[in-house]
């Protein structure tokens, strides 16, 4: 087959991303810096792989330096991570910083900046402060979006000067999903309309913090990172493509559409009302939300979620789920990571970037993150000892060309993130499945190791594109 050289347009970003509470540890937290994240695994334990949690993560409290180094070594234009609200501010109420907690940030910020690394921060990553779940349930409450407005406002003034890409959360559509929506995790409610209410209140979160970022007159963007599942249909009859209109609508849309065009989907409103589980909302509030669009998206794209019409009838004594109206669908001879358990079809940044141009207006975006978790990587080192990940590398290449195909027919995306830069603790998995361009040796005191891929992600930055075979469509 012919090699091509894909090349990365003039600016284009290449960079990695993590966040707080998967790399820092719990180093120099005080009583009270729990956040969520730290409560549930101080609750269930067990459930984490090797019982490894956010504890100690990949230590970067102590070793942020080092891995600035690496991050330079890797040829990252940029580095994604998260602030974690409960250790950067003192007095939620106020807004207040935590001096020490803030002191933290201002050396990972200032210290990547010194090394030519652009920092793109977030401000929430799963990791609502512990002490605003316990006492207010966390995002079901509606002053928990004034507490965050005036956090956002706080880290912007700190760092509106340096930082010029914010978002406001990573995957906003995620905690309440796995944990009220589904019941998967601590602590395990099912209670659709409060799942539905934290959506709502994060969607109105991230409105009131861009309005806020514009009042700043920083110079900077204001972004929010959405997880999207591509969502394809069995077939082209209508009963399944309702039911890959109706995921998109719950799980893509929800969030995608206020972000961009400033409004939740009337049809999604409607449904919830219709199922007795529409959340609280004030008229006046859909107006901010209108008035505070984001200036560009970051999307995270790692696998496709393919949906048939449901099979078996709906029990009617459940709360309303949007499952109602789909099922997966087990596509036979799809690639598969076994690691993770997703599959790969790289052909969703192409999908997706094209969906951007045609139905979002061609408004700016990026890959927030993408990757591959591979576990048992320490079987490929070479007589070096360097692991010789080429299933990343041929993984990264393949998402990025086809990423660019789309870019070079018009789509705005600027840039590339990997997920992930290091190693790092995964929700559950922690350990288990591999991410980094970099190892973290859990045998050697976390000792760091560039992998192959890390080397390759420098020579394409170096290069300005990298060579690899010419696309070919797998199947649909
Ligand atoms: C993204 C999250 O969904 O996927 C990350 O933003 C996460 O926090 C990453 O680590 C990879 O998923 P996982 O579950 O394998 O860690």
Known sequence: MADTFYALPDGFLLGAASSSWQTEGWAGKKE??????????????????????????????????EDIRLMGQCGLDAYRTSIDWSRFIGDYETGQVDPEGAAFYDRVIDGMIARGVTPMICLEHFD??????????????????????????????RYGDRVKQFFTFNEPIVVQTRTILDGLR??????????????????????????????????????????IEYAYPRSDA?????????Y?????????????????????????????CMFEYREEELELIKDGVCDNVG????????????????????????????????????????????EIYPKIMYDMAMRMKTEYGNVEWLVSENGMGVEGEGSF???????????????????????????????NCKGYMLWAFTDCVSPLNAFKNRYGLVEIDLEDHLARHIKKSGLWFRTTRENNGFVFRDLKTEYR
Not at 248 to 276: C, H, Q, T, W
Not at 307 to 331: G, I, M, Q, T
Request: charged share 25%.
């Open 32 to 65: 009270g810096h729990d956040t969520y994240i730290d409560i549930w695994y101080r609750a269930t334990p067990e459930l984490w792989h090797d019982c490894y949690g956010p504890k100690n993560a990949t230590d970067f409290y102590h070793r942020y330096e």
């Open 128 to 157: 609502v402060p512990g002490e605003l779940f316990r006492t207010y349930g966390g995002w079901g409450n509606r002053h928990v979006v004034d507490l965050y407005v005036k956090y956002a406002r706080t880290v912007f003034e």
């Open 186 to 227: 601590y602590p395990f409610h099912q209670d659709t309309r409060l799942a539905m209410q934290w959506s709502y209140h994060k969607i109105l979160a991230t409105a009131l913090a861009v309005r806020e970022y514009r009042k700043l007159a920083l110079g900077g963007k204001v972004g929010v990172v959405i997880n």
């Open 238 to 246: 209508p009963h399944d493509q309702k039911a890959a209109h109706m």
């Open 248 to 276: 998109d609508l719950f799980y893509n849309r929800m969030f995608l559409d206020p972000a961009v065009k400033g409004e939740i989907p009337a049809e999604l409103m409607e449904i919830l009302r219709s199922e007795d």
């Open 299 to 342: 999307l995270n794209l790692y696998f496709p979620m393919r949906v048939k019409a449901r099979e078996s009838a709906w029990n009617p004594e459940l709360p309303f789920h949007p499952c109602r109206y789909f099922e997966p669908f087990d596509l036979p001879g799809k690639r598969m990571n076994p690691h993770r358990g997703w």
């Open 381 to 411: 080192r070479d007589a070096s000892g360097m692991i010789c990940d080429d299933y990343r590398i041929e993984y990264i290449a393949e998402h990025l060309a086809w990423l660019l195909k789309a870019v070079d027919e018009g789509s």
